[in-house]
């Protein structure tokens, strides 16, 4: 295959619930352009994919690195036709998928840290950003945005990332082909995704997600924004809503923020 273009063009051409492929070797961001289509009113399973972003956008206003010929940088939207009141769950749901495709890819096993991010060896290799809207005919969407780490090598990330995240190529020496992985990445969603949407809540992939996510009855912190609740996880709820005690034995319902372990003395 002559180029990346081509190659994510074939292999998502196998897939025939894909309505829509666009591919950019360079735009701001996947994320963006893909909210943009869905707003105007996209159809379900338009995904648009890059080789580079200029403006990745990462959870809670980060910015994501999205340098090319690297690394995977692929959004999508669908329409899903349940309650609203299950849609977050559905990034719970993108980092299990990710999960399950990274272990496919390199028989390594992964970790889930709430709500959605993959990490090997406690370093981070992938992100979701998930985005809400409304299209013109006010049918509500989902853009699923994924970044994962592929061919990066560690010259590649400023510094302060590269302490936190690795890559699959850092990880096990060896060159993975991209759209071949963006191909697999999608076949797994759309059968997870399928099943979620036939049983709307995080029980429906509860099973496959706890198995991976290491937090439970451990003692967090969680930031979001100048917020931080702190207390000990004991569940995820079916809304995929983390469940904390804290100190005062109040139960604590928290929708979003960063994931801090709290190491405490001995
Ligand atoms: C995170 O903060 O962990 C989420 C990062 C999400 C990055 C992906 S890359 C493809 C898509 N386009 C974006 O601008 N962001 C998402």
Redesign the pocket.
């Known amino acids: 295959m002559d180029s990346y273009r081509d190659a994510v063009t074939y292999n998502l051409g196998l897939l025939n619930f894909i309505s829509d492929i666009i591919y950019h070797d360079s735009t701001?961001?996947?994320?963006?352009i893909?909210s943009g289509l869905a707003h105007a009113g996209a159809k379900e399973w338009t995904v648009v994919v890059?080789d580079s972003?200029n403006?990745?956008?990462?959870?809670?206003g980060?910015v994501?690195h999205?340098p090319p010929n690297t690394?995977?940088?692929?959004?999508f939207i669908v329409k899903p036709d349940i309650s609203y009141e299950y849609f977050p769950a559905m990034s719970l749901l993108a980092g299990m998928v990710v999960a399950l495709l990274i272990e496919q890819f390199t028989g390594m096993p992964t970790e889930i840290k709430w709500p959605?991010?993959v990490l090997i060896h406690d370093k981070?290799i992938?992100?979701?950003?998930l985005e809400l809207g409304n299209d013109v005919d006010n049918r509500a969407y989902v853009v699923v945005?994924?970044?994962i780490n592929v061919n990066a090598d560690a010259t590649v990330y400023p510094d302060t990332i590269a302490l936190l995240s690795t890559s699959l190529m850092l990880l096990t020496g060896k060159v993975f082909d991209r759209a071949e992985m963006i191909g697999c990445l999608y076949s797994l969603f759309y059968k997870w995704y399928s099943l979620y949407i036939s049983r709307p809540g995080f029980n429906s992939i509860r099973e496959q997600f706890m198995q991976r996510f290491k937090m439970m009855g451990k003692q967090v912190a969680i930031v979001n924004g100048a917020e931080t609740v702190s207390g000990v996880v004991k569940d995820i709820d079916n809304y995929g809503r983390l469940v904390i005690k804290d100190s005062d034995d109040n139960i604590v319902i928290v929708k979003s923020g960063d994931v801090h372990l709290v190491r405490t003395a001995v």
């Open positions: 701001d961001s996947t994320n963006t893909a890059a972003q403006n990745g956008r990462g959870r809670q980060r994501w999205s690394n995977i940088y692929a959004s959605n991010d981070k992938s992100g979701i950003l945005g994924i970044g």
